[in-house]
């Protein structure tokens, strides 16, 4: 019985985890079309590969900031690939604005405020890798230019569950979208 307690451990921390909301406006067959609001993020960007700047991140919500604040973590992870770079964000919990967000310590550290907007996001399971990510991005993209859908930027790829999680694992690409009510 005492063993039970590590494999419920998980789910008790995800169930006190806050999500990043979102609206559904519109479920494909494949795919979902969403309204983000805005919300505060903590950034890092790579220029190399080899770090994903989990650490500088970890360690600002852990109080490596000018009032010493702990943060809660939240889900998801919001991770993209670009040009310039991979970077890694952290959603911040809602109680946070732009006045009362604390600055970073580390410089490499941003912190900003999302702009809203709609997305289309398509759901897989298991741990994320390149494979999939490309996988699931070109079905995605594929679902919108059938759909008529005009993409408006770079794909997004959001993780929910901490590496620990070895089962109903969620992993999504969102991809911004041109979309009218």
């Known amino acids: 019985m005492k063993h039970c307690i590590f494999l419920f451990f998980p789910l008790l921390l995800m169930a006190q985890t806050e999500e990043q909301s979102y609206q559904i406006i519109q479920t494909k067959a494949d795919f979902e079309i969403r309204y983000y609001p805005p919300v ?49 964000a952290f959603v911040l919990p809602r109680k946070f604005q732009p006045e009362t967000t604390p600055s970073p310590q580390e410089s490499k550290v941003q912190i900003y405020q999302s702009e809203e907007g709609y997305f289309a996001a398509i759901r897989y399971s298991g741990y994320t890798n390149v494979t999939k990510e490309k996988e699931f991005t070109e079905q995605l993209e594929k679902s919108l230019k059938s759909e008529g859908i005009k993409i408006t930027g770079t794909p997004v790829i959001l993780v929910y569950n901490s590496p620990y999680n070895f089962i109903n694992r969620r992993n999504e690409i969102c991809i911004p979208i041109e979309w009218k009510d």
């Open 40 to 88: 505060m993020m903590a950034s890092y960007l790579s220029e190399s590969n080899n770090s994903s700047g989990f650490r500088y991140l970890f360690r600002y919500i852990s109080g490596a900031n000018e009032s010493q604040t702990k943060i809660s973590m939240t889900t998801p992870v919001h991770m993209e690939k670009t040009l310039k770079g991979n970077s890694m």
